[in-house]
């Protein structure tokens, strides 16, 4: 039986997606205009990219963005994929609280985040640079993991595990030929979640960060302090894409990881 739809439910969905892409298309549109004027169209050029990357500091910015990314990418997958693990051996009242704990990182304001993982670092006098930016992107970066892997967890469940284990395979075995295949697209689309989120932070790096760990998003702060300029919309521009294009390959791994017929291919 159909279920027919409000047709303000409609609009006003319209209405939410006008609101949130359309400001992004004006950033992205003017990223391709060839004059300096925000408010003004004279042309269509590409010559801010390329101005992009003959500044240096830019570049800098670039560099010390994709270094906390993948370092904190590695270490938070392997953190959370842990956690995910080990929460799942907990009975259910231990697993609840230990849960909730996890989840913290993910619920709390940024901010408040941020000024904590600052009076932490100054009280154990840990200078501000990329190592307390990597150390504070794994505290929240590792929550996500958590969350996409220990879903998988669930949706696998335990037969194929009890399986493995009357055919005579050890722990190791069962985590190694069927466990860790089975929770393999988690793991992926929870490290590119991970990377998405310490490559556009901007709040908790900006209470971490020192003075040559510049980061991407805190450097188009500081730029947009002295207003809006192509170069800016053309560098927003390519953190969308990038952005969008890993949360994309993120949902694909899950969708895939899920559409995979559960099967045992144990070679014991």
Same mark, same amino acid.
């Not at 205009?33 to 050029?45: H, I």
């Not at 901007?202 to 809006?228: A, C, D, E, N, W």
């Given at each position: ?16 997606? /006008?609101?949130?892409? @359309? ?9 391709? !205009? ?21 500044? +240096? +500091?830019?570049? $800098? ?9 993948? @370092? ?7 953190? %959370?994929?842990? &956690? &995910? ?5 907990? !009975?259910?009242?231990? +697993?609840? %609280? ?24 100054? *009280? ?34 335990? *037969?194929? $595990? $009890?399986?493995? !284990? ?6 190791? *075995? ?29 709040? @908790?790096?900006?209470? /971490? ?14 730029? @947009? ?5 192509? $170069? ?20 694909? &791994?899950?969708? +895939? ?12």
């Amino acid at each position: 039986m159909k279920t027919k739809t409000h047709p303000l439910l409609g609009f006003h969905s319209l209405l939410m997606m /006008v609101f949130i892409y @359309v400001p992004i298309a004006f950033i992205i549109a003017y990223s391709f !205009n060839s004059s300096r004027l925000a408010a003004d169209w004279s042309g269509f050029t590409l010559d801010w990219y390329f101005s992009l990357f003959k500044n +240096r +500091r830019v570049i $800098e910015a670039l560099s010390n963005s994709l270094i906390v990314a993948a @370092v904190s990418t590695v270490a938070s997958t392997i953190l %959370g994929t842990m &956690a &995910a693990l080990s929460m799942r051996k907990l !009975n259910r009242k231990m +697993r609840a %609280g230990m849960g909730g704990l996890l989840y913290l990182p993910i619920i709390i304001p940024d901010i408040i985040m941020g000024l904590s993982l600052l009076v932490l670092f100054t *009280q154990f006098h840990i200078p501000m640079g990329k190592l307390t930016i990597i150390l504070a992107h794994i505290t929240f970066s590792m929550s996500y993991v958590y969350v996409v892997v220990s879903t998988r967890l669930a949706d696998m469940g335990k *037969q194929l $595990e $009890e399986a493995a !284990n009357d055919l005579g395979a050890d722990a190791w *075995q069962t985590f190694r030929y069927v466990t860790f295949p089975q929770i393999m697209p988690g793991i992926v689309a929870g490290a590119l979640i991970a990377f998405t989120l310490s490559l556009d932070d901007f709040m @908790v790096s900006f209470f /971490v960060s020192g003075p040559s760990s510049t980061t991407l998003p805190i450097y188009i702060y500081g730029q @947009v302090k002295r207003g809006i300029s192509p $170069e800016i919309n053309a560098l927003c521009t390519i953190l969308i894409i990038v952005s969008v294009t890993l949360i994309l390959l993120a949902q694909y &791994a899950l969708n +895939r990881g899920k559409g995979q017929k559960k099967k045992s291919l144990l070679p014991f």
